[in-house]
């Protein structure tokens, strides 16, 4: 599965952004997607996921009631609506694919990786 993540940008506190992160291959309905954030100096930790099917959605405290994750298998992209945004929202975002078990929440069980998108978010 091959990645690439887009719709990062500059944009004000409070204001919205919409990550896209769109998959190359057949497999892609087969995989749990994971969208996580790296600030500079900080790891790289989840923002949310979301199940192969789309059925069961995961989100670090963060980001609740802010962020959305989707998914359309038919168009093979997942995405992640970002509201309300915060500064310490800025980061660059990356998105993941993984098959199997797991609480979604770690690198580790990701095995692939997109490039990633950068967000930045002023006060």
């Known amino acids: 599965v091959q990645l690439q993540a887009f719709g990062g940008g500059f944009v004000q506190a409070g204001g919205s952004l919409r990550l896209s992160c769109a998959a190359s291959?057949?497999?892609?309905?087969?995989?749990?997607m994971g969208w996580f954030r790296q600030a500079p100096g900080e790891e790289r930790d989840i923002v949310a996921a979301?199940?192969?099917?789309?059925?069961?959605?995961y989100y670090a405290d963060s980001v609740k009631g802010r962020f959305t994750i989707s998914r359309d298998n038919a168009k093979n992209t997942v995405y992640l609506q970002m509201n309300s945004l915060k500064p310490e929202d800025t980061a660059v975002y990356y998105c993941?694919?993984?098959?199997?078990?797991?609480?979604?929440?770690?690198?580790?069980?990701?095995?692939?990786w997109g490039q990633g998108t950068e967000v930045t978010v002023s006060s």
């Open positions: 291959g057949r497999t892609f309905s087969t995989h749990d």
């Open positions: 979301i199940s192969w099917s789309g059925g069961v959605t």
């Open positions: 993941a694919a993984r098959k199997g078990t797991g609480t979604y929440a770690h690198t580790y069980e990701y095995a692939y």
